[in-house]
């Protein structure tokens, strides 16, 4: 398997079940600082970073299974305080990890956890 091109290309889409849609997009709009490109009553899209931040109001009970996906930033401390003041809950504070890695977890208005890693080692210009 290792001649052949790698089957996953890493991070595209983060979807996260949300119970009022309305509210929703204006909570992670004012929250993110960025207005959605694909708005829909079944689906609202954000691109961030070269990534999509999805809201889903149909994705209730599919078994989110736990997972957090982590959105990069420069300052790991300004982007939860930012987070914080626009409604979201603190669920695990800033901490580094290692190797100047700093990770924190909050919890959106409709439960689900958003994390953020402030990572100076990821190079954005090899996502493709």
């Known amino acids: 398997m290792a001649d052949s091109a790698p089957v996953f290309k890493g991070l595209r889409t983060a979807i996260y079940a949300v119970d009022d849609l309305r509210r ?3 909570w992670y709009t004012k929250a993110f600082g960025v207005k ?5 009553p079944f689906y609202v899209g954000y691109r961030i970073g070269g990534f999509e931040l999805g ?3 149909n994705a209730k009970g599919r078994g989110a299974g736990g997972s957090v996906v982590f959105w990069g930033v420069d300052n790991a401390d300004d982007a939860v305080a930012n987070i914080v003041a626009n ?4 669920s695990s504070p800033v901490t580094e990890v290692g190797d100047g890695i700093k990770v924190a977890t909050v919890l959106d208005p409709f ?9 100076p ?3 954005a210009s090899t996502v493709s």
């Open 111 to 119: 439960g689900n956890q958003i994390g953020i890693i402030e990572n």
């Open 36 to 40: 959605p490109y694909f708005d829909e």
């Open 55 to 57: 809201l889903d109001p």
């Open 24 to 26: 929703a997009k204006a």
């Open 121 to 123: 080692h990821f190079d």
């Open 87 to 90: 409604g979201a809950t603190l």
